[in-house]
């Protein structure tokens, strides 16, 4: 049985008088992933997330989320969505826990849900306080709460990590597990790849509006075809193990002692079946992967090169 | 219904936090009592209600004050969210543009409500009693604190299209401060100048409409020849046959005066794409 849709863009595109915002986006996100939308600034991540919210009407294409067209459906949609904007902002004068106890009543969510919320962001401690007094960490967190509030369907998180210490970004990626593992969908927005940890399932690449990849990070692992690293420390006399390995192999001479092996992903193994049989009197093996930066850098780049 | 009601609910608690309520409330209190003090004396023993008296110099005071108090509490309504980022979070709330215009509308009027009744109330009872005061004298004093909340009405629904049309909280101080020097101190002065510049070819009806054109002169005729006994003493007696205009006239021209311009912002604002 197919897991049902929560995501489903087809052909979308925004104009702005001024600049396309986004050209021809068609994706498909099943219900309970955790989408990431990547891109530098201006590629289209912030338009996207107002599309699926419905605060804005696609030029031509079709938006539709959990079902509905957001920008048509109105008040039932955003009853079942929760929304942490990119800097999120309160008003200053007013506690978070009166701050949550506003959004809950306009969501129609029982007040008594928010002080467990503000347990469950660890905000209980300043929960009296005014937002003033709150630190950034502290109102991304309160963020987070007032997104979750009325156990929405759908999140929808713009540049959630930025500016969070390791230490709570870990607890950010632990309330999103917690959210999908309930069976929510979960979107979020980033500019830096390695911040997302390899926590999502999804992973959707925006370059000026235009969809350069979209799939999970092993599809793009592959799709990227990014050569693994393979160094070996020979301990001596490295140009000659190099001579013996030769055949079709792509082999560099670090320095005396190491040399380097270049191979796609899926020969890996293959690499390593040779290394063995070949009686390689190997002291030390380390392997590097393409990082989440490198296949980033590489689908960024490769689309530079086709608008130039 | 109900999300007019929550927004309109957080308009009123933060103006008792911010302090508005208080400070406009006394303000116009303390104005109120010093004027019915200063307006008493003369009036007192020429044996005429003071009360009248009052009313009078009360609505030249809320000409002045009540359309400032509106526009600077209200022109940030709008794009005061949006500067400071929380507008983008409050509308994928299951709340319609309309309502958080409405709710805004509903508290502010409520606040400025609240000061006129507290504020001009204490003044009128402080003054009227203990006295013999006739059933009209209260009725136009009713008549101008009514009228004078309906003007705050009237600028604050100016100020949220001012909030609307405005793309920087700057731009809307700006408008704001325009729209009270137009209508409040300009207007009357081109108005009387026109008047005397065209030596008497201005006919009654276009004096009319010129009136009509501007809340604050509404207002003042509303509050100034509705009753005998006020415009005995604001020198409209003889006025009163000649160009004054009917009440429902005047009441209707001062609830359009708040419908048209909310109706726009409404318009506008739901008309606007982030």
């Not at chain 1, 804005?56 to 067209?69: A, E, F, Y």
């Not at chain 1, 399932?201 to 693994?228: K, S, Y």
Request: overall charge neutral.
């Amino acid at each position: 049985m197919m897991t049902p849709v929560a995501i489903h863009l087809a052909n979308v595109t925004k104009h702005y008088p001024r600049h396309k915002a986004l050209d021809e986006v068609s994706l498909q996100v099943p219900e309970g992933r955790c989408l990431a939308l990547l891109g530098h600034n201006g590629a289209g991540k912030t338009t996207l997330m107002k599309l699926m919210l419905g605060l804005i009407r696609p030029s031509s294409g079709q938006v539709q989320v959990l079902g509905m067209d957001p920008a048509a459906a109105g008040l039932p949609f955003r009853r079942r969505i929760g929304f942490l904007p990119e800097n999120v902002a309160f008003d200053e004068a007013v506690s978070g826990r009166d701050t949550l106890r506003f959004y809950a009543r306009l969501k129609g969510v029982p007040l008594a849900d928010t002080d467990p919320l503000l347990e469950a962001v660890g905000l209980s401690f300043a929960a009296q306080r005014r937002i003033k007094t709150y630190s950034k960490g502290m109102r991304q967190r309160l963020g987070l709460a007032q997104a979750m509030l009325g156990a929405p369907g759908l999140l929808l998180f713009d540049e959630p990590t930025t500016g969070l210490d390791p230490v709570l970004r870990q607890a950010f990626f632990h309330h999103i597990r917690d959210l999908t593992t309930r069976g929510a969908t979960v979107v979020l927005s980033s500019h830096v790849l390695t911040e997302l940890e390899a926590r999502t399932d999804l992973v959707a690449i925006l370059r000026q509006g235009r969809l350069v990849a979209f799939g999970t990070l092993d599809d793009l692992r592959r799709e990227a075809a990014l050569p693994v690293r393979v160094r070996v420390v020979v301990g001596t006399e490295a140009s000659v193990v190099a001579g013996r390995l030769g055949d079709g192999l792509a082999v560099t001479v670090v320095d005396g002692r190491s040399l380097e092996i270049t191979c796609r992903i899926d020969e890996k193994m293959a690499v390593f079946r040779h290394l063995t049989a070949s009686g390689l009197p190997a002291l030390d093996i380390d392997i590097q992967l393409p990082t989440l930066d490198d296949i980033y850098l590489h689908f960024s780049h490769h689309t530079a090169e086709a608008t130039a | 219904m109900r999300a007019i009601g929550i927004i309109g609910g957080k308009v009123i608690g933060d103006a008792l936090r911010n302090r508005w309520i208080v400070g406009a409330t006394v303000l116009l209190a303390g104005l109120a009592f010093v004027l019915s003090f200063l307006g008493a004396a003369p009036g007192g023993h020429v044996g005429v209600s003071p009360l009248a008296v009052i009313v009078v110099s009360l609505s030249s005071l809320s000409i002045f004050l009540v359309p400032l108090i509106a526009l600077l509490m209200a022109y940030d309504a709008v794009v005061g969210e949006d500067e400071r980022g929380t507008m983008l979070l409050l509308l994928t709330y299951p709340v319609t543009k309309r309502q958080i215009l409405f709710g805004k509308f509903l508290g502010h009027t409520a606040t400025i409500a609240i000061a006129v009744f507290v504020g001009y109330g204490a003044a009128g009872l402080a003054n009227g009693i203990g006295r013999e005061v006739d059933a009209m004298a209260w009725a136009a004093f009713g008549l101008l604190m009514i009228s004078s909340v309906l003007l705050g009405m009237v600028f604050l629904a100016l100020a949220y299209l001012a909030s609307i049309v405005a793309s920087e909280r700057g731009t809307a101080a700006g408008l704001a401060v325009g729209v009270w020097l137009l209508f409040v101190i300009l207007y009357d002065m081109g108005l009387l100048g026109l008047l005397v510049a065209s030596e008497g070819r201005i006919g009654t009806t276009a004096f009319q409409i010129l009136l009509l054109a501007n809340p604050a002169d509404v207002f003042r005729l509303l509050n100034l020849s509705s009753f005998e006994n006020v415009r005995l003493f604001a020198g409209m007696a003889g006025a009163s046959g000649e160009a004054a205009l009917p009440f429902p006239v005047l009441a209707a021209a001062l609830l359009a005066w708040v419908a048209v311009p909310l109706g726009a912002a409404a318009h506008l604002f739901g008309r606007r794409e982030l």
